[in-house]
């Protein structure tokens, strides 16, 4: 399983760095809230959705995207070295 280590946890932000080792994924969840990511790496991660749809996501490092509450997906690492993001919770 992918490494969560929660950086903030506040009234306005939640800031958690996932580190994942080659083939970790995150686990099926829901995203309660509004949310940005930033790479720290170039790379890719392989997306399921719930309904066991896939997409590789092509990440650039530093490139920062931003999806809506309620997402629901598992993350998994696709490249053959460890990886790293920064998931930046809005709490409205």
């Given at each position: 399983m992918a490494k969560p280590t929660v950086l903030i946890d506040n009234e306005?932000?939640?800031?958690?760095?996932?580190f994942?080792?080659?083939g970790d994924s995150t686990g099926m969840h829901v995203h309660e809230h509004d949310?940005?990511?930033?790479?720290?790496?170039d790379g890719?991660?392989?997306?399921?959705?719930k309904n066991n749809n896939e997409?590789?996501?092509k990440l650039t490092k530093g490139g920062a995207?931003?999806?809506d509450k309620g997402v629901e997906h598992n993350?998994?690492?696709n490249?053959?070295?460890?990886?790293?993001?920064?998931?930046?919770?809005?709490?409205?």
């Open positions: 306005k932000t939640k800031v958690t760095e996932w994942f080792e080659v949310y940005v990511v930033v790479p720290m790496l890719e991660l392989k997306i399921l959705d997409t590789i996501s995207y931003y999806r993350v998994f690492n490249n053959e070295f460890p990886y790293t993001f920064i998931e930046i919770e809005i709490i409205k």
